[in-house]
């Protein structure tokens, strides 16, 4: 079975290519690196099983031979990352969605997007159920990405009712592991490089805002069962533990010895009050939900932040 993974290179990409790889695929990474890196696929240079290509997948894609599966996991995801890259984010959203279903359709092959909580917006309901269309503002500066994806699902299910294409859409709430980037701008690799250079860990607003945390690891178990399900509408995949933003940067200071200080500074425009997902569906169907604890969690990807922050000082 052969596998095109869009963004392999990136924090999840690079997690699902072990998963599949681990599990007997031939996977082909399609990525332009543009918020992936080499380093996080370099152990699967070597596998007989794996290749990458460099592109874009908002440009033509063209890949010779047959392929079973198209995972469309290519798009800028950080907010730091998306504010960034506006463009590119919406055209990964949108032309990167049409031209990876075109691949899926050509080749007869099954395809999985890769969706997001942001599909909700700044939601009025917690937890959110897949029911719930979500309340976003198109216009705002996260709209680039919301939207995008919200696109990318219409798109998706247009392929699945008018083409007749067997696809799968996830929509991932907020993940953390291994792999992240201490300079992605997101909650816990902001806290640990804040800590890590000895400066206050700041939390935006009163801190009062909640999220909920998914180990990677979780995260990738629910993906594969959601890829062998038949289930074509979209599937919540995070973890329904709430923590508010300041308790999360409490436990991120646990883990550190001379643990800085926690400041206060304004909450960024069109930031959720809430998220947490509503897994029932995911429970129903694929027999998932998340096993791995926030504070094992928490270890095993500070160890990982820990040795990267230790080797690029000395690098
Ligand atoms: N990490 C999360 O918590 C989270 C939450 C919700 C949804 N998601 C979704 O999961 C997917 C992966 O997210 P991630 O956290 O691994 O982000 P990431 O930035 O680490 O990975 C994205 C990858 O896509 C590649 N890419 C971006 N635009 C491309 C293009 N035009 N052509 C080819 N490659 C391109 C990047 O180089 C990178 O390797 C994204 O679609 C994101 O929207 C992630």
């Known amino acids: 079975m052969r596998a095109v993974v869009t963004g392999g290179a990136g924090f999840l990409g690079s997690h699902l290519c072990d998963r599949l790889i681990a599990e007997g695929w031939n996977v082909l990474v ?18 007989p099983n794996f290749r990458i290509a460099r592109c874009d997948v908002s440009k033509y894609i063209d890949v010779p031979g047959p392929v ?45 997007l890769s969706s997001t909580s942001e599909c909700y917006g700044d939601p009025e309901i917690s937890p959110q159920h897949e029911e719930y269309w979500g309340h976003v ?68 607003g009163d801190g009062k805002q909640t999220r909920s945390f998914c180990f990677v690891s979780d995260l990738i178990e629910g993906i594969y069962r959601l890829m062998q399900s038949d289930e074509h509408l979209p599937v ?16 991120v200071r646990s883990h550190f010895e001379n643990a800085p200080a926690i400041v206060l500074e304004p909450l960024p425009q069109d930031d959720p009050k809430q998220r947490c997902p509503d897994i029932a569906k995911a429970k129903r169907i694929l027999k998932w939900e998340p096993k791995v604890p926030l504070d094992e969690g928490l270890r095993v990807t500070l160890d990982y932040f820990k040795k990267e922050f230790a080797a690029n000082k000395t690098a």
Do not use: C
């Not at 919540?236 to 436990?251: D, K, S, Y």
């Open 137 to 204: 503002n198109p216009i705002g500066p996260r709209g680039v990405y919301d939207e995008a994806k919200r696109f990318a699902e219409a798109m998706t299910m247009a392929y699945h009712r008018y083409h007749g294409v067997d696809t799968h859409i996830v929509r991932i709430f907020n993940t953390y592991g291994p792999r992240m980037r201490l300079n992605d701008g997101r909650a816990l690799p902001n806290f640990v490089h804040q800590a890590l250079t000895g400066k206050p860990m700041t939390v935006y």
């Open 30 to 47: 399609l990525d332009n690196l543009v918020t992936g890196a080499d380093s996080n696929i370099g152990h699967l240079w070597s596998h």
């Open 236 to 251: 919540n995949i995070g973890n329904p533990h709430e923590i508010t933003m300041m308790e999360f940067a409490e436990r």
């Open 68 to 112: 079973d599966y198209v995972l469309h996991f290519a798009s800028p995801a950080s907010p730091v990352d998306y504010l960034k890259l506006p463009i590119q984010t919406l055209k990964v959203g949108a032309l990167g969605t049409h031209n990876a279903l075109g691949l899926a359709l050509a080749k007869k092959a099954k395809f999985f």
